[in-house]
C-alpha cells in the first residue's frame, strides 16, 4: 500500500536518514523501532508532509506522491498521533477533534449538535465516555489528552494510521483500549504504523517489524521470527566510538544520594566519588533529568543526600551553587543560554560573585576570566560582546560549560553534553569533561546517546521508568546491557 | 562608530535629542532656547522621569506596572490627608506615603511572582483598587497643605526647582546601581531568560517582587513631590501616566520583551517627550494632535529600531 524507496534525508551536520526503504501493506501493524535519534521522527514527520526528503520515492497504491505539506497527507488518507501532543489546551475535545474540518451549514456556520453528536460516536469508539464533547482539553489528563489525540487522527478515517510512542502517557487500561481498536482496523484493511522503543508492545501487537540504526534500515522482519536479544542486537549493535573508556577511579565519595523519590523517580540511591564520571543511561522520560533536578534545587523531592558527608538539602539552584554543584541542562535553547546577551555576560551568569568586588561589577576581571575561558574551551566567537544567540550550538555548549567552570564545581551534573552539536565539538566537550575528572571533580552525565555514555563512563547507573534497574561497571557497560536495562 | 550609534538607544536618541534641540533654537531663538523654558520643560517631566526610572527596572526584567499612575495619586492623597486630619508631622506623613505605596508593590510582585498572575492583569486591577483608594482617602482633594511640606517640592537650587534636582539625583543611584551592581545587574539575566536565571543561581521571584516594590515606591516618592509642588493633593494625579511613562521608557531603548534598557534611556526618554511636547505649545499645535503625535514617534521609532536590526543582521 505504501511504498518508501531510498529516502534520504539531511539536516546540517547530520545524516537524519540514508536510503531508507520500507514496505507498509494494507491491513497490518508495521512496527519501526530503533534508538532515540535514530531516525524514526524523522521519517515519520516526512510521511506527514512536515519534512521534504532530500531523495527517494514515495509510492502510495502504486502512484507516485509527493507530499508538500500537511494537507496533501491528509488529502491522501494519512492519519498521524503525534508524540508531541498538536491539541489546543482552550478549546473543547469536540473543536480539537475537528480541528479546520468542522461540520457546517449552507450559512459557514459550525453545526454544533452535529458536531457534539460526531464527537460523541468516536469517544465512544474509544472506551471515552466520561469524557463530554464540550470538555476543554485543558482539564484532561495527560492519559486523556494522548486518547483525544487519536480520537482526532481517527476523525479523518485513514487509510495509513501511524502512530508515534503513543503509549508513553497511557495507562495500561487505555492501552488495551487502544490495541484492540489497532487490531480492528486491521482486520478492516487498514494499514497501520507503529512506532515505539518498548519492546514488549512490539511483541504484543506488531506483525512485521523494521529496524532503524543510525539513519539506515537494517531491514524488516516478520515479528514471530524476532526474539528480543535479536532485536536489541540489531537496534543497537555497531562498533564503538573511537574513545578508550576511563580508567576506574576511587576518589573519596563527594555525594551519596539515598532513597531519593520525587515526581518522576523513586527511591533512587547512588554514590558519586571524586574523580569519576558516572553516567545516567535510559529512555527519554526515564526520569534522568528529573534526577538531576531534584539534586540541584529545582525541584522538590524527599529522600536523604549527603554532600562531602554532611546533610544537604537545596531549596533552589542558588543553594547548590553555593556548596560547589553545577547543573548543564539539557534544553540549552530555552533554559540554557541568553541569546540576546553577549558572551561575557553569558559566561559570568551563574558567577557574578565572582566578577565583583563589594557587590560591584568589575567588567575588567569579567573580561579577563571570560577570555581564559574563551581561550581554553576554544569558544569561537568575534568577540566578547558578541550575542550568545549567533553561536553555533557547539560553541554555545562551550559557553555553557564555562559558565559552571566559573564557579568552580567539585560536582557537575551534565545533561546531554552533546545534544545538536557536531562531532569535533562533540569530542572536545568529552576531552573537557575527562580533564576535568582527572583533576578531581565528580561528573555525573545523563545521556541518550550510548557510545557517549560507553565512551565516558566508568561506572553506569540505567534508569527505567523512574527507578535504578542496574548498574554497570568496567567491561559489563555495553549497548546490549544498557538497552536490556532500560527497555519497558 | 556608527554601528555603536545605532545599536545602543542611549547614544541615538541623544543624537536624535540634539538635532531636534538645534533646530527647534534656530525656528523660535526667542521662545526655545532660555533658561526659563528648559527649567520649565525639565519641571514637567520630573514626576514622570522619577516613575520611569521604576519601570525601566521592570521593563529590564521582563515585567511591567501599570498601577504607578494611581500609586501617585495615592501617596500623594494618603500624606496630604495624614497632614491635614490627622494632624502628622511632616516626615511621619511621608513616611506613611511611602510605606503605603511599598505595600502596593509588594502586593503586586508577591501575587505576580508567587502566584504566577499575568503582571498585565493584575497591576490593571491594582490601577483601578489605588485609585478607588485615592478617592477615598481625599474626596474631591485636598489643599492648603502646611508650608513645610509645600517647601520640599517648591523650593529652588540655582534657580531650578527641586523637583529637577530630586529626579537627578534618582536617575543618577539607579544608573549607578543598574550598571554597576551585580544586584541590579541581575535583571538583564531574568529579562533575557527567565528559566535560564533561575538555573545559573538567580531567585528570580524575590528579585520580581523587589522590582515590583521599588517601581512602587518610586512612584510614591513622585506622588508626594507632585503634590508637595502643587500645594495640594488630587485624586486625579498621575492620570494617564503609567501609559506616557511605558512610552518614555521604550523610547529610551527596553523592549517589552525584557533585557534590554539602561536607566539613562529613561530620562532621555521622558526628556525627549517633554521637549517635542514643548514644540508643539511653542508652535501653538492643539493639545488632540499632541498626543497624536506622541503615538506616531513611538510607532516610528521602534519601526526604525526593527528596519536597522535586520539590515544590520543582512550584511
Known amino acids: ?85 498538536s491539541l489546543i489546551d482552550s478549546m473543547s475535545v469536540a473543536e480539537n477533534i475537528f480541528a479546520n474540518q468542522q461540520p457546517v451549514n449552507a450559512w459557514g456556520l459550525i453545526r454544533f449538535h452535529e458536531l457534539y453528536r460526531r464527537t460523541q460516536a468516536l469517544l465512544k469508539a474509544l472506551n471515552l465516555e466520561s469524557i463530554s464533547p464540550s470538555t476543554t482539553v485543558s482539564s484532561l489528563t495527560p492519559a486523556q489528552r494522548q486518547m483525544v489525540e487519536i480520537a482526532k487522527a481517527l476523525s479523518r478515517d485513514p487509510t495509513l494510521f501511524i502512530l508515534d510512542e503513543p503509549t508513553a502517557a497511557l495507562s495500561e487500561k487505555e492501552t488495551v483500549t487502544l490495541f484492540m481498536i489497532l ?18 508492545e512490539i511483541f504484543r501487537l506488531a506483525d512485521r517489524v523494521t529496524i532503524i540504526k543510525d539513519g539506515a534500515s537494517q531491514g524488516t522482519f516478520e515479528a514471530k521470527a524476532l526474539t528480543r536479544p535479536m532485536l536489541i542486537s540489531k537496534m543497537v549493535g555497531r562498533e564503538l566510538a573511537n574513545h578508550a ?56 523531592y524527599r529522600g536523604l543526600v549527603r554532600l562531602h558527608g554532611k546533610a544537604f538539602h537545596p531549596r533552589h539552584p542558588a543553594d547548590a551553587i553555593q556548596r560547589a554543584i553545577a547543573y548543564v541542562p539539557e534544553d540549552r535553547q530555552r533554559s540554557g543560554i541568553f541569546p540576546s546577551m553577549s558572551l561575557r555576560d553569558n559566561v559570568i551568569a551563574a558567577a557574578l560573585p565572582r566578577v565583583s568586588r563589594r557587590g560591584l561589577y568589575r567588567e575588567q576581571i569579567a573580561s579577563e576570566k571570560v577570555l581564559a575561558a574563551k581561550a581554553s574551551l576554544r569558544i569561537s566567537a568575534t568577540s566578547l560582546t558578541q550575542p550568545v544567540g ?17 564557579t568552580h564545581p567539585e560536582v557537575l551534573i551534565v545533561d546531554e553534553p552533546t545534544h545538536g552539536i557536531d562531532v569535533g565539538a562533540k569530542y572536545e566537550i568529552y576531552e573537557l569533561l575527562e580533564a576535568l575528572a582527572q583533576k578531581g571533580t565528580a561528573v555525573l552525565v545523563i545521556s541518550s546517546e550510548m557510545p557517549e555514555l560507553i565512551g565516558l563512563c566508568s561506572r553506569l547507573l540505567v534508569i527505567r521508568e523512574g527507578r535504578i534497574s542496574g548498574t554497570l561497571t568496567g567491561s559489563e557497560i555495553t549497548e546490549e546491557h544498557i538497552m536490556s536495562l532500560a527497555a519497558i | 562608530m556608527l554601528k555603536r550609534i545605532l545599536g545602543d538607544r542611549v547614544y541615538s536618541l541623544l543624537a536624535l535629542l540634539t538635532l531636534v534641540i538645534i533646530v527647534a533654537t534656530f525656528i523660535y531663538p526667542e521662545t526655545f532656547p532660555t533658561f526659563g523654558n528648559f527649567r520649565q520643560i525639565l519641571l514637567n517631566l520630573s514626576t514622570d522621569t522619577i516613575v520611569a526610572v521604576g519601570m525601566m527596572v521592570l521593563l529590564i526584567s521582563g515585567a511591567f506596572d501599570l498601577s504607578v499612575g494611581s500609586v501617585v495619586a495615592f501617596s500623594g492623597c494618603l500624606t496630604a490627608y495624614l497632614l491635614q486630619f490627622a494632624g502628622a508631622p511632616v516626615p ?24 504566577g498572575i499575568n503582571p498585565m492583569i493584575q497591576t490593571l486591577a491594582m490601577m483601578g483598587i489605588v485609585r478607588g483608594l485615592a478617592l ?31 529626579m537627578l539625583l534618582v536617575v543618577a543611584v539607579f544608573a549607578f546601581l543598574v550598571n554597576r551592581t551585580i544586584l541590579f545587574r541581575r535583571y538583564y539575566y531574568i529579562g533575557g531568560n527567565e528559566k535560564a536565571a533561575e538555573l545559573s543561581g538567580i531567585r528570580v521571584k524575590r ?40 512610552t518614555a521608557v521604550i523610547l529610551g531603548g527596553a523592549s517589552l520583551g525584557g533585557g534590554q534598557g539602561k536607566i539613562g534611556g529613561a530620562l532621555l526618554g521622558a526628556l525627549f517627550m517633554g ?41
Not at chain 1, 491491513?27 to 535514530?38: P, T, V
Not at chain 2, 481625599?138 to 520640599?152: E, H, K, V
Request: net charge positive.
Open chain 1, 1 to 85: 500500500m505504501l511504498q518508501l524507496r531510498q529516502i534520504s534525508k539531511s539536516f546540517p551536520g547530520v545524516k537524519a536518514l540514508r536510503s531508507v526503504d520500507l514496505d507498509v501493506r494494507a491491513g497490518e501493524i508495521h512496527a519501526l523501532c530503533g534508538e532515540n535519534g535514530a531516525g524514526k521522527s524523522t521519517l515519520m514527520n516526512i510521511l506527514a508532509g512536515n519534512l521534504q526528503p532530500d531523495a527517494g520515492a514515495i509510492t502510495i497504491n502504486g502512484t507516485d506522491t509527493r507530499l508538500h505539506t500537511p494537507a496533501d497527507a491528509f488529502a491522501l488518507g494519512i492519519g498521524i498521533v503525534y508524540q508531541h501532543l
Open chain 1, 245 to 300: 573508556p576511563s580508567p576506574e577511579r576511587g576518589g573519596p565519595v563527594v555525594l551519596e544520594v539515598n532513597g531519593l523519590s520525587g515526581r518522576k523517580f523513586r527511591d533512587v540511591s547512588f554514590r558519586l566519588h571524586a574523580g569519576e564520571i558516572l553516567g545516567l543511561a535510559g529512555l527519554v522520560g526515564a526520569g534522568r533529568t528529573e534526577i538531576a533536578r531534584a539534586l540541584f534545587g529545582v525541584d522538590p
Open chain 2, 136 to 166: 477615598l482617602v481625599s474626596g474631591s482633594g485636598i489643599q492648603n497643605l502646611p508650608y513645610w511640606f509645600n517647601a520640599i517640592g517648591q523650593s529652588r537650587l540655582l534657580g531650578i526647582q527641586m523637583p529637577v534636582w530630586y
Open chain 1, 390 to 406: 549567533l553561536l553555533s550550538g557547539g560553541n554555545q555548549q562551550k559557553v555553557m560549560l564555562a559558565r559552571w567552570l566559573m
Open chain 2, 275 to 315: 521637549i517635542v511636547g514643548n514644540l508643539m505649545v511653542l508652535a501653538r499645535v492643539s493639545g488632540y494632535w499632541q498626543e497624536i503625535i506622541l503615538g506616531l514617534i513611538l510607532i516610528v521609532t521602534l519601526w526604525a529600531d526593527k528596519y536597522l536590526q535586520k539590515r544590520y543582521n543582512a550584511t
Open chain 2, 92 to 115: 511621619v506623613a511621608i513616611a506613611a506615603g511611602l510605606l503605603a505605596s511599598v505595600l502596593i508593590g509588594f502586593v503586586n510582585g508577591w501575587l505576580i511572582a508567587y502566584q
Open chain 1, 183 to 200: 487490531r480492528s482496523m486491521r482486520g478492516a484493511g487498514i494499514a497501520i504504523i507503529y512506532i515505539s522503543h518498548r519492546l514488549e
Open chain 2, 207 to 246: 528579585m520580581q517582587v523587589m522590582a515590583f516594590l521599588l517601581s512602587a515606591l518610586l512612584a510614591g516618592v513622585a506622588g508626594i513631590l507632585l503634590s508637595s509642588r502643587l500645594g495640594a493633593a488630587l485624586p486625579t494625579m498621575g492620570r494617564g501616566l503609567e501609559l506616557r511613562v511605558i
